[in-house]
């Protein structure tokens, strides 16, 4: 993991490993944190938001999946996980369900495919790029656009989870 002050890096080598950068993410996370990821299908989208609902406490992790078909899934735990994707839908499509409001309403949103909906999201988001860079290795490009993503993203970049650090 590196960072250039503006971007951090994060060479996953496994889905584990991938899933293990959800769960910090997921840990540490504040209310109305939006997290953007952008990657080809396979790149392991899914896989990150896996963890990162793990890290929230989600209590039936396996029913996160590509919400595909129903646009936006909702979750919850520690946090409500709002896990949308763009794949098959337009801006226009997420914001007549609300996405924007969602993005203020106290929880987590994460939308696959989010350069799809660039237009809609808000101001201050995690943009996350996966860039399958082998079989089994993936290149996360980690940008925090505001405040709030960016002391998400320092957090993570330590190795201590919130409970190792909290009393
Ligand atoms: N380092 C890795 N990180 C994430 N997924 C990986 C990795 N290596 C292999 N994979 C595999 O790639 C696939 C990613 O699937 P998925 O998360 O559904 O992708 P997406 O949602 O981006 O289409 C899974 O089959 C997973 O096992
Ligand atoms: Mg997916």
Redesign the pocket.
């Known amino acids: 993991m590196h960072s250039n002050g503006q971007e951090l890096i994060y060479e ?4 584990a ?2 899933r293990a950068f959800g769960r910090r993410l997921g840990q540490w996370a504040e209310p109305d944190t939006v997290v953007a ?1 952008i ?10 938001v896996k963890g990162l609902a793990a890290g929230l406490e989600v209590r039936d992790v396996r029913k996160v999946s ?1 919400p595909t078909f129903v646009i936006i899934r909702e979750h919850p735990g520690r946090l409500r996980l709002y896990h949308a994707d763009a794949y098959r839908v337009t801006a226009a499509d997420l914001s007549e369900i609300g996405f924007e409001e969602m993005c203020f309403a106290g929880g987590i949103v994460v939308v ?1 495919w989010a350069d799809r909906a660039e237009d809609i999201l808000p101001d201050d988001c995690l943009r996350i790029t ?1 860039d399958p860079t082998g ?4 290149r996360l490009i980690c940008r925090p656009t505001g405040d709030r993503s960016r002391r998400l993203l320092d957090r993570c970049a330590v190795e201590e989870t919130p409970s190792e650090t909290r009393p």
């Open positions: 996953s080598e496994s889905e490993a991938t990821l990657g080809p299908l396979g790149a392991g989208k899914t896989q990150l590509s696959e996966i079989p089994e290795q993936r």
